[in-house]
């Protein structure tokens, strides 16, 4: 959207967040409140979007870096007063400024593209988002004229009992001509309640001065949700992760029990892939075609390819290549990659390393700092020891390998191509290629003994 600029509010303390992060900051589905606008913006081509910053406006900084600009409103006195503060960035540029709250995570970017372009296709000098609401307590009404136009919208604490009837609403985001919003604000007074500079104080201003006012209501309510506290958040939580569910099943995955089963904003997922219940699917998560995940799965940050199966088990960070198995209770730690149709069982850990194609780590080992080659078995019980105290080390293990029962590969170590490492061996030298390591020690038995000793215990000797 070219000429097209934003301005979110973001100074506020957010009190009744009663946290010590700013209230913008707090995440839903996976993201922070400020981050779900933000990239709606980025992706509509705005040409500019300007954050209001105040309270604790380092922390925001710090958060959105170079991807939006910043004017600080050092002291908050209202919402007029803070669209004011990006005067000198915007101002005299030709276009359409959208204005937004930072605490409204709920608008999808099909509502944001529908307000502007009804504001252009209407040359509207503002346009309002209402959303008409069951219980619009402690919402702005918007009061219209008899032929059904705009005349002005009363916040709820300086309504009338009369105008407190009214459920349709001020969502707080609006639309203006980017040249009549700074004459306008000019013209804003606080006498009011609050003793504040409201912004929606202009639909009165410029309506008097004959100039075309604009509503477009909301198609879904629920997205004129705000945050204001951690109950607004946990409702906002559950609003966007049924939103995001349903989106998923209409796209062809299967959720076999959509309130038990949580999933990020960002996350993708293929076709005819099931979700079971109790799975977290979180952060940038890509999953592929024809999987099983779940029940109790927790992914984050995760890539995985067609026909991949997990159950019970935490991945984070870490690439699944097609046909890969994991579980149950398995965990994949950062850098771990398994290629096509590995395995990794019941009770068994990787951290940093790579298992090739159709290798298993079928149960109660560790995997670490390692190379793992082709069709690579590792017996149960079986590590790579990567840990000197003060340096991690890297284990290769080389296709056709057999790692026995209760194996330590003492890293730095190779095991060369087809080698077989016996059960119960400490290994700390390399392993030829097709070699057979016997690394323990000779068992010695002496006789009689064990009944000697119950009876030097039970005091009969």
């Known amino acids: 959207m070219r000429n097209v600029f ?31 606008l933000t990239d709606h913006l980025t992706k509509m081509g705005v040409s500019e979007t300007v954050v209001i910053i105040g309270h604790d406006a380092e922390s925001i900084q710090a958060h959105l870096k170079n991807r939006v600009h910043f004017a600080l409103q050092e002291e908050q006195l209202g919402t007029a007063h803070a669209v004011m503060q990006a005067r000198t960035k915007l101002e005299g540029k030709d276009g359409i400024t959208l204005v937004l709250n930072g605490d409204h995570p709920l608008f999808s970017q099909t509502t944001l593209e529908h307000v502007v372009s009804q504001h252009q296709e209407l040359g509207s000098a503002a346009t309002i988002l209402t959303a008409n609401l069951a219980d619009p307590t402690g919402y702005g009404r918007v009061i219209r004229q008899a032929d059904g136009s705009v005349d002005r919208v009363v916040e709820h ?21 980017n040249q009549k919003l700074w004459r306008a604000l000019e013209q804003v007074g606080n006498n009011n309640a609050q003793g504040e500079y409201y912004l929606p104080d202009l639909i009165a201003i410029l309506h008097k001065e004959g100039e075309k006012i604009g509503a477009v209501t909301i198609a879904d309510p629920n997205e004129a949700q705000g945050v204001n506290d951690r109950v607004q958040l946990a409702q906002a939580e559950k609003m966007m992760r049924q939103r995001i569910l349903e989106n998923h099943m209409r796209n062809g995955v299967t959720v076999i029990d959509p309130n038990h089963t949580y999933i990020d904003t960002d996350v993708v997922i293929g076709a005819d892939t099931t979700i079971h219940p109790g799975t977290y699917l979180r952060g940038n998560t890509h999953i592929g075609s024809v999987c099983e995940v779940g029940p109790q799965v927790d992914l984050s940050n995760v890539r995985i390819a067609d026909g991949t199966k997990i ?34 069982g019941a009770f068994a850990e990787m951290k940093n390393a ?23 078995n590792f017996s149960c019980g079986s590590i790579t020891v ?47 290629a097709d070699a057979l390591a016997v690394a323990r020690e000779r068992q010695t038995n002496k006789e009689n003994y064990a009944s000697r000793l119950k009876k030097k215990r039970e005091g009969k000797e």
């Open 157 to 177: 604490k300086d309504a009338t009992d009369e105008e407190r009837k009214v459920s349709e609403v001020n969502t707080g985001t609006f639309c203006f001509d």
């Open 6 to 36: 934003a301005v979110v509010l973001a100074a506020g303390k957010g009190t009744r967040m009663k946290s010590t992060r700013h209230k913008v900051l707090h995440p839903v589905c996976g993201k922070p409140m400020i981050d779900h």
């Open 354 to 376: 790579r298992l090739g194609e159709g290798s298993k780590i079928p149960h109660l080992s560790y995997v670490g700092d390692a190379d793992v080659g082709k069709h690579v």
């Open 311 to 344: 159950s019970y088990s935490v991945v984070d960070q870490a690439t699944l290549e097609s046909e890969v198995t994991v579980g149950p209770f398995s965990y994949l730690r950062p850098s771990s990659h398994l290629e096509k149709g590995s395995k990794v």
């Open 386 to 432: 990567n840990y000197d105290g003060s340096k991690k080390h890297r284990t290769v293990v080389e296709d056709d390998a057999f790692i026995g029962c209760n194996v330590n590969l003492v890293a730095p170590v190779t095991v060369g191509k087809g080698g077989f490492v016996a059960a119960g061996s400490t290994v700390t030298k390399n392993v030829p």
